[in-house]
């Protein structure tokens, strides 16, 4: 009796799940005129296109690399395929990329993007340069709009429209890289401007884990553009149950935004809390498989006044993490038009710094970046769909 509550239960459970996937799926990769986008497949899935039009396995390698190693989207340049061929492949594929609808450089050259997909939708992307060196970091959304809604996070006030597909996550890099040159990837570890991946833009990844992690293991695969997983960190607010699976799966850097260190205050500012409290969060990345001391989990604290910027919260975030390997980075809040909080004072933000390096752990504060551009996370989208209906309502006003 209750065996059977329960296998009905699980179905409730799965047909929930599923229609939720397909009402946020990203649109087909085929597009209007029939042709299909080869970016973003798997090397399996890319052999069996190939092999449905009579092509050998080995064309798929030879693809493979003039997309991901070359970066080539015309196949009239790719010169180991004849002619023929190339003509055949054209007729029939496409190599996409998205299309960047607006892009800021900032006075530091922190630089944003907003690129626009095919269906319309929008997703942020920043390339970060680092201050020292002669690199830099590109932030990747991983969906439009966010369902988690933390109190802070100017994406989380706007609904979810979808999940971005592995094309699409895989293809902000691939566009970020058309922009500076970047192409062909370079070989092993040569210092490059977008060397590393930070997945830290619009959404929750490990809320959208089967496209991310296929866009991932694109982007490492040895023979394309060949990211070490070390290169590559995911974000995440806390979702418990995909956190063993990103770091067995994908082996990437962990990144958790915990943002505050008792439940009544976490389970306000990111509300996944109540779902999945601190202290499963905490056990969650003790046994994550990834981390070591020489590949540290990062906590994220953002550096709210008045709210979680005590030296009590300090020696409890301490306390929390011992035994960790960890680092702890202090954001500042960025404000935001309609936000509810200001940025710690600097003296705050020094002490709480303090009080956790004399416990043994870096905590840097990060820097606010690009801010004549950035202002917070979202809040390019938003602008830009202002602007977009404001120029609607203008063109549906009659005419003076
Ligand atoms: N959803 C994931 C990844 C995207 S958010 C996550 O929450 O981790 C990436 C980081 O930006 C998070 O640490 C988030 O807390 C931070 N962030 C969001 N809004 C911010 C703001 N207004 N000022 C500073 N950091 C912010
Ligand atoms: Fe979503 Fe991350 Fe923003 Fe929270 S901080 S609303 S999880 S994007």
Redesign the pocket.
């Known amino acids: 009796m209750s065996g059977s509550l329960t296998a009905e239960l699980t179905e409730v459970e799965r047909d929930r799940i599923l229609a939720k996937s397909v009402l946020f799926a990203p649109p087909p990769a085929r597009l209007a005129d029939g042709r299909r986008d080869l970016v973003g497949l798997s090397r399996a899935e890319l052999a069996a296109e190939l092999a449905e039009i009579g092509e050998k396995p080995f064309r798929a390698k030879q693809l493979w690399h003039w997309i991901y190693h070359q970066g080539v989207t015309d196949f009239s340049r790719m010169s180991s395929i004849a002619r023929p061929l190339q003509e055949k492949l054209a007729e029939r594929f496409v190599i996409g990329r998205p299309e960047a609808a607006t892009v800021q450089t900032s006075e530091d050259a922190t630089r944003k993007f907003l690129f626009r997909f095919r269906d319309g939708q929008e997703a942020e992307t920043v390339y970060i340069p680092d201050r020292e060196e002669d690199r830099g970091a590109v932030c990747i959304s991983?969906q439009v709009g966010?369902t988690?809604s933390?109190r802070?996070?100017?994406?989380?006030t706007q609904a979810l429209v979808r999940n971005l597909g592995a094309a699409e996550i895989v293809g902000q890099f691939m566009a970020a890289r058309d922009a500076y040159g970047e192409w062909p990837s370079p070989k092993g570890e040569t210092p490059r401007l977008l060397s590393t991946i930070v997945?830290?833009?619009?959404?929750?990844?490990l809320y959208n884990y089967e496209n991310v992690a296929k866009a991932m293991t694109i982007v490492m695969d040895n023979e394309g553009i060949a990211l070490s997983r070390r290169r590559i960190t995911l974000?995440?607010?806390g979702v418990v149950p995909m956190v063993e699976r990103c770091g067995s799966e994908l082996g990437v850097n962990l990144?958790?935004?915990l943002?505050a260190v008792r439940d009544e205050l976490r389970d306000e500012l990111?509300p996944l809390n109540r779902k999945y409290p601190i202290a499963e969060l905490i056990a969650a990345c003790r046994r994550y498989p990834a981390a070591s001391n020489a590949r540290r989990i990062t906590f994220?604290y953002?550096m709210l006044r008045g709210v979680n910027d005590t030296p009590a919260d300090a020696r409890e975030l301490v306390r929390l993490i011992a035994g960790i390997p960890a680092k702890v980075n202090l954001?500042?809040?960025?404000?935001?038009p309609g936000?509810r909080f200001e940025v710690s004072t600097k003296a705050a933000i020094d002490r709480f710094a303090g009080i956790v390096m004399d416990a043994g752990f870096s905590s840097p504060v990060r820097s606010p970046r690009g801010q004549d551009i950035l202002a917070?996370?979202?809040q390019l989208r938003t602008a830009s769909r202002r602007s977009r209906d404001e120029g609607e309502s203008r063109r549906s006003r009659p005419a003076a």
């Open positions: 991983s966010c988690l933390c802070f996070c100017h994406t989380g997945l830290m833009g619009m959404g929750e990844p974000s995440t607010s990144a958790v935004s943002h990111v994220e953002i954001i500042p809040f960025n404000p935001w936000s917070a996370c979202g």
